[in-house]
């Protein structure tokens, strides 16, 4: 079980921790992402945090803004986001998979969080 935490209500220039809790599974076999569904868009690609935590893959659109990370003693994932932009505004999610490559797109993710509302205001 994923659950997802953090989101909130901030100003533009702003930073939010986003946390994920995983449960049931040992998050060190995981790769591990978040995704964001933007109102009326589909649901897109933020980061990723690779098996083992060694490595990190971002969307062009947060790159340099965002900071993905994990901790697999406490089963935990956290996205850092700075300054945010009404444009990030969305429903996050975090979620988990068991490629062995980059996975990205939604279809390779099997387990999902109920996600967590950011909003930013101009």
């Known amino acids: 079980q994923l659950v997802e935490s953090g989101g909130g209500l901030v100003q533009a220039g702003e930073s939010l921790k986003l946390t994920c809790t995983v449960s049931g599974r040992a998050l060190f076999g995981l790769q591990m992402a978040w995704f964001r569904r933007a109102p009326g868009k589909e649901r897109e690609f933020v980061a990723l945090?690779?098996?083992?935590?060694?490595?990190?893959v971002y969307a062009d659109a947060v790159k340099d803004r965002a900071t993905i990370s994990r901790s697999n003693l406490k089963n935990t994932m956290w996205l850092q986001m700075n300054n945010l932009k009404p444009e990030d505004t969305a429903v996050y999610y975090c979620a988990a998979s068991q490629e062995v490559n980059t996975p990205t797109k939604e279809a390779s993710f099997f387990s999902w969080g109920q996600g967590t509302q950011v909003t930013v205001s101009s």
């Open positions: 945090s690779k098996k083992g935590g060694g490595s990190t």
